[in-house]
């Protein structure tokens, strides 16, 4: 069963810092992404890494945010630091490959919210 399931979330003040992790299981994984989806908004792409290590930030989070990846445990990390209350939001792992029959793959986590006080 292709599965992800996030962790790490949680209320924090403005200035302080999380760990998102995310643990995939039953996929050979390709990509893997974290998105955020804020009151109001459109869900949108926070940080996202390739199996080749390349990794992609959004604007808003360069610099406070480092997304990472253990390979041989198949999960992924959300660093984020320096906090402010704009990043509140339920954050969303996304992961791309293929599973035990080689069939290609998309899931997604369930979310874990991410509350920044002012």
């Known amino acids: 069963q292709v599965q992800l399931v996030e962790s790490g979330g949680g209320l924090v003040q403005a200035g302080g810092s999380l760990r998102l992790s995310c643990v995939a299981s039953?996929?050979?994984?390709?990509?893997m992404g974290w998105y955020r989806h804020a009151p109001g908004k459109q869900r949108e792409l926070v940080a996202d890494?390739?199996?080749?290590?390349?990794?992609n930030h959004a604007d808003s989070v360069k610099g406070r945010f480092t997304i990472s990846r253990d390979n041989g445990k198949s999960t992924v990390y959300l660093q984020m630091n320096n906090l402010k209350p704009d990043d509140t939001g339920v954050y969303y792992c996304?992961?791309?490959?293929?599973?035990?029959?080689?069939?290609?793959?998309?899931?997604w986590g369930p979310g874990t919210l991410v509350t920044v006080s002012s």
């Open positions: 039953g996929i050979s994984v390709n990509y």
């Open positions: 996304n992961a791309e490959g293929y599973n035990s029959s080689w069939d290609p793959v998309v899931v």
């Open positions: 890494i390739r199996s080749g290590g390349h990794t």
